[in-house]
């Protein structure tokens, strides 16, 4: 009923730049929060940036000050801008929604991406 579709992943080098996107469709009557996740090869999926439905942000300490999370509720988007890239931000990148699909819903459900590749080479 919810689709999410990720974009922007892709290689670049130590220093590098990239913005990733998540556009949601479907039966979406609220978005709640949203939020950007990662794993690496071997290692757990870990939370990269959230944003609440009222802008409010986290951001992991690995990435403060070089990631940046964004969301349109009218276009049901939201992205991340990530600069600085280093070798260890390289995994899979996840876009993460919570989403009302009517107002007889009592609370939010949760649906994931497909994921994105995001490679940094040193």
């Known amino acids: 009923q919810v689709q999410l579709v990720e974009s922007g992943g892709g290689s670049v080098e130590t220093g590098g730049s990239l913005r990733l996107s998540c556009a949601a469709s479907?039966?979406?009557?609220?978005?709640?929060?949203m939020a950007w996740w990662r794993q690496a090869p071997g290692k757990q999926r870990e939370l990269v940036a959230m944003?609440?439905?009222?802008?409010?942000?986290h951001y992991a300490e690995s990435v403060k000050g070089r990631f940046s999370i964004s969301r349109d509720d009218a276009k049901a988007t939201m992205e991340m801008d990530m600069t600085n890239l280093k070798p260890e931000d390289t995994a899979v990148y996840y876009c993460?929604?919570?989403?009302?699909?009517?107002?007889?819903?009592?609370?939010?459900?949760?649906?994931w991406g497909q994921g994105t590749q995001v490679t940094v080479s040193s």
């Open positions: 993460y929604v919570r989403v009302k699909v009517s107002s007889d819903q009592m609370g939010y459900s949760d649906h």
């Open positions: 944003i609440t439905d009222v802008k409010n942000t």
């Open positions: 479907g039966s979406i009557f609220k978005l709640g929060n």
